[in-house]
Structures are given as C-alpha cells and as structure tokens.
C-alpha cells in the first residue's frame, strides 16, 4: 500500500496538520510535511524559521535565503514555515540553533530521528 493514501500521523499521535501553503513546503510541495519512501531526506519537522536557522543552513550548503525561480521556490524569510530535514533539525539542536517547531504539523517519522523530548523543548503555539 501507498504511503501517501494513508491518513498521516502526526508527533503527538494525533491528524497530520498542514505546515505551510505560503511559501508552498513539503517534499511533495503540497503543504504538509508528509512523506514516502522517496523522500529520503525525511522532510518532517514543521518549523518555524529564524534567522540564525537560515544562515546556519546556508553554512551547511543549502541556502533557503536564497530565491530559485527554476525551482518555483521563493526563498525563505523568518517566520515562514518550512518543512526540513529531520537530520538538519538535528544538526541545528546540537549547536544551539534549531528553529521552533510545530508538533501538530511534524510527521511521526521525524521521531525515527529526533526525540519526542527535544522537539516538545522547541515547540510554538500552532
């Protein structure tokens, strides 16, 4: 069975909320942050972006400041919502620099990486 057909849980338990439509986020650039087996990157943490994020990932080679209309992507700015890699949400936490996350919006998968704990230490109000 599909992946995607099933209802998507999120780290709580609960529905699969969506994260963001503007800027337009998720692996499947549907919203959400929902995922498959071809998402191996596992886009599953909803989070709330913040400046030192943004150029903390643009240290590490993947500069979402940055506009890229061959991609239709936007470029983020602080306070949009994004859906990362649940590694580089964990690079982040480990120096200090994670973005807040949105529980309700974060994929149960993300917990194949992450502990429940750490991200409740970075949670924002939906």
């Keep these: 069975m599909d992946e995607t057909l099933t209802s998507p849980r999120n780290v709580l338990g609960g529905q699969l909320e969506p994260c963001s439509l503007r800027p337009l986020t998720g692996f499947f650039r549907d919203g959400s942050c929902n995922t498959g087996a071809a998402d191996g990157g596992s886009h599953t943490v909803c989070a709330v972006m913040t400046l030192e994020f943004l150029e903390f990932s643009r240290r590490c080679g993947n500069d979402l400041l940055r506009p890229r209309p061959e991609a ?39 917990l194949e990486v992450l502990d429940l704990s750490e991200l409740r230490a970075y949670a924002t109000v939906a």
């Design 72 to 110: 239709a992507f936007p470029g983020l700015q602080p306070g949009d919502r994004w859906c990362l890699c649940a590694a580089r949400w964990l690079e982040a936490f480990e120096v200090g620099l994670a973005p807040p996350v949105v529980l309700q919006a974060t994929h149960e998968r993300a």
